[in-house]
Every structure is written in structure tokens, then in C-alpha cells.
């Protein structure tokens, strides 16, 4: 048995020899040290021998499986640091080559002049406030004085999911939550998504989106709304922008006006752009309708108010002289990435 040993010994000096991977290693240890290996199996021999060779091969066989488990442990650190050179030399980064270009997003063209209209009005000292898309109809109309036989209570115009909800038409019932829930002084703009029943073309889509302005306190006059949409006005297109009021008529405002710009093109010469006019429509506005503050619990003999709105799309066509709203929710980056 003696013999056996130093055989395995002699065995698994020239097997080291010839190993080159931590892999081969590992079935070294296994071929020689393991629970089925060579010295194993000849340990398990030991009940044959006499009391006397008992302690002498179990010293020897003890010797022998340090100095394997001592080589095994001086061949890993050996291939582990050549394993390492190794990685490091095909890894060699070469400075003079040049770097990959990384591309970075930007924020969405209706996001950013989203943004930026808020800032404005954040500048002004109005709160931004927001509503569900899917809202009441006596939110949406009701309580905004719009009659039963409205159009824009047509099916055809609108999204019911039934008689009592659908998707919101516009972003005034915002403004309605609002009042409800909070006494004057009240000063807030509502931006957000708005559904109509539109066919899509270059001018329409039944998603697109609103910004709505509510101011509502003691005192508040037609004066106010003028200088608060001048000061709009001038932060959006320029400080030579001039605003035209024209009178019109909203269920919820009265008086009510639409309001112009003079045309970012021509200056208000008449172009192409502004057929001819001078002047370009930006948004509706008026003087909260005292039946729309009494619906929400203010008293109009104390309070006085007035809203405004404009579409988010028609603004940001203007400003990067875009000529197909549609453009705005393809996602074709060669559209997007210009912005």
C-alpha cells in the first residue's frame, strides 16, 4: 500500500504538469482528492492492515493529500494570474480611437412649450391644477351653464361612456373641481388631454390638448384678464405682439371675447399665414358667468372671476411653423429629433 501511494503521488506530479485551465484543475482534485479519487479508494483499504501499518500508511496518506491540496492551491493562484494578464491584454483600450456617439432624448415638442406656457403663469402667481379625462357630464357641461341642446352635447362631438360620464371635452371642469373645493382667492391654469369625436387630418384629432386659466376673487375685472393674456401674449411671441379682443360668446363667460395675435410672420401686414388679416386667433376667454360661480357654492355679489383657454397644438404649430397636427403623435423620430 506504501507503494500505491507514492505512485499517486508520482501520478499527480506529472498530471500537474500538464494542466493550463482552473477547469482541468478542478478535475485534478476531483481525479485524485475527491470522495470516488485515487487516494480515497486507497484509504478505504486500510481495514486490512495490521495495527502496527495502520498509523504508519495513515501518516504517509495524510502527507501526501497536504502536498496535493498544497500544489493544487499553488497551481490556482498561478493560472489565476496568468488568466488575469491575459484578460488585461485583450482588453487594452485604445485612447485614440473615437468615442460612441450617445444618443440623448429631448422632451416632446407639446411638452416643451407645456412647459414653458406654465412657467409663464407660474411666473404670474397661478397654481396648476388638474381633473380626471374621464369626468361627469355635470361637470363637463352642467355646472358650466351649457344648455341640454348644446351641440357640443352632440354624440357626434363627444365621448360618452353613458349618459352620466364621458371623456372630457375640455379642460374647464377643472375649474369647477377647483371651485368647489377651495374658497377665492383662486388663481390656477389646468393643462391636460381633451377628447373630441374630430376626423383626423392635418388640423384635427379627437386627442389633443388644452391649457384653461381660472382667476376668481373680490374685485377682479375685464382689466385684469386684458393685462394677464398682454403679459402671456408678449412671453410667447415677442414683446412687439399685440392682442385683439373681439366679442363672442361662451356659455360660461359672459361678456366672452376671442382673442388675436398679431401675425408672428408678417408682423400684421397680411400674409399667407394670416390670410391676409394680420391677425391670428390664439384662445376664447371671458368673465366667469356668475350662474357658473353660484353653481359652485361663490357668492357673485362678493366675487368676480374670469377663464380663458387655447389649444396647446395650435400654439406649438405657430411657434415651430408645423403645418400637420398629425405630425405631433406619429413618433417618427426624424420629426421629433428636430426639436
Known sequence: MREQLQNIKTQAEEF??????????????????????????VLRQMGSLSPEERPQIGQLANEIREYLE??????????????????????????????KKIKTAN??????VMQEIEDIFIGMGFEIAEGPDIEYTSYNFDLLNI??????????????????????????????RVMKSQKPPIRVIAPGRV?????????????????????????????DLKGTLEVFVKSIYGEDAKVRFRPHHFPFTEPSAEVD??????????????????????????????KVLENCGIDSEVYSGFAFGLGLERVVMRRFNVDDLRLFFENDIRFLKQF
Request: glycine share 8%; proline share 5%.
Open 16 to 41: 500537474l504538469k500538464k494542466i493550463s485551465s482552473i477547469s482541468e484543475l478542478e478535475d485534478f482534485r476531483v481525479k485524485f482528492l475527491g470522495k470516488k479519487g485515487e487516494l480515497t479508494q
Open 70 to 99: 498544497e500544489k493544487i492551491d499553488e497551481a490556482k493562484k498561478a493560472l489565476t494570474q496568468k488568466m488575469r494578464e491575459e484578460k488585461i491584454k485583450s482588453e487594452v483600450i485604445d485612447v485614440t480611437m473615437p468615442g
Open 107 to 112: 422632451l416632446h415638442p407639446l411638452t416643451q
Open 147 to 176: 344648455p341640454k341642446d348644446h351641440p357640443s352635447r352632440d354624440e357626434q362631438d363627444t365621448f360618452y361612456i353613458n349618459d352620466d360620464i364621458l371623456l372630457r371635452t375640455q379642460t374647464s371642469p377643472v375649474q369647477i
Open 195 to 223: 377628447f373630441r369625436s374630430d376626423a383626423v387630418d392635418a388640423t384635427h384629432s379627437p386627442l389633443f390638448h388644452q391649457i384653461e386659466g381660472l382667476v376668481v376673487d373680490k374685485g377682479i375685472t375685464m382689466g
Open 261 to 290: 395675435v398679431s401675425c408672428f410672420v408678417c408682423g400684421g401686414k397680411g400674409c399667407s399665414v394670416c390670410k391676409g388679416e394680420g391677425w391670428i386667433e390664439i384662445l376664447g376667454c371671458g368673465m366667469v358667468h356668475p
